[in-house]
T-cell receptor, first 114, second 117 residues
Framework: AQSVTQPDIHITVSEGASLELRCNYS??????LFWYVQSPGQGLQLLLK??????LVQGIKGFEAEFKRSQSSFNLRKPSVHWSDAAEYFC????????????FGAGTILRVKS | DTGVSQDPRHKITKRGQNVTFRCDPI?????LYWYRQTLGQGPEFLTY????????KSRLLSDRFSAERPKGSFSTLEIQRTEQGDSAMYLC???????????????FGEGSRLTVL
């Protein structure tokens, strides 16, 4: 069965510190991997995606993620966190086709302290 | 450029009542999705339309739930005889035709929060 695990429910980092949010997936075929962000009162927004090629992908807002097939992981990173990054982050997996149904993790809430 | 809009944003109802949510996707997006998000969980897929055709339904969508997209534009999600377990955020998303955006690149609305008393 397809599943996504985000082990950390909450993470708190200081502004300017680096960030890594963990994501592990279980998928029977070649996965299509995503990170979405949900800020309070706003809809989910796509940060970045991976389906082939370079395993390090760049996204918006200075985020990047690295796909590691051997570890079934797709961790999200940012070298220097800004207070505006406080939000909930969701990792998702889906098949390589349009109209796919994404399977989301439970999310990680990021708090940024000044 | 307007994004995906959902109405109402909040709905409080009593158990047993019917509720209907509306979603207006981004214009020219031919694919429309409904997801449900409960507290502490990520969104769960409910159903998917391509134009007016409902192509996939999750087993989460019991017979009390029905979704339509009559003219391939806006969509409605109706829940009949609501139960307390239906309390959740109902998210709508849309995506453009193949080739305009990548598969899985969904544009989400802000959601409709349902509270069943």
């Amino acid at each position: 069965a397809q599943s996504v695990t985000q082990p950390d429910i909450h993470i708190t980092v200081s502004e300017g510190a680096s960030l890594e949010l963990r994501c592990n997936y279980s998928y029977g075929a070649t996965p299509y991997l995503f990170w979405y962000v949900q800020s309070p009162g706003q809809g989910l927004q796509l940060l970045l995606k991976y389906f082939s090629g370079d395993t390090l992908v760049q996204g918006i807002k200075g985020f990047e993620a690295e796909f590691k097939r051997s570890q079934s992981s797709f961790n999200l990173r940012k070298p220097s966190v800004h207070w505006s990054d406080a939000a909930e982050y969701f990792c998702a997996v889906g098949p390589l086709e349009y109209g796919n149904k994404l399977v989301f993790g439970a999310g990680t809430i990021l708090r940024v302290k000044s | 450029d307007t994004g995906v809009s959902q109405d109402p944003r909040h709905k409080i109802t009593k158990r047993g009542q019917n509720v209907t949510f509306r979603c207006d996707p981004i214009s020219e997006h031919n694919r429309l999705y409904w997801y449900r998000q409960t507290l502490g969980q990520g969104p769960e897929f409910l159903t998917y339309f391509q134009n007016e055709a409902q192509l996939e339904k999750s087993r989460l969508l019991s017979d009390r739930f029905s979704a339509e997209r009559p003219k391939g534009s806006f969509s409605t999600l109706e829940i009949q005889r609501t139960e307390q377990g239906d309390s959740a955020m109902y998210l709508c998303a849309s995506s453009p035709p193949s080739g305009v955006a990548s598969p899985g690149e969904l544009f989400f609305g802000e959601g409709s929060r349902l509270t069943v008393l």
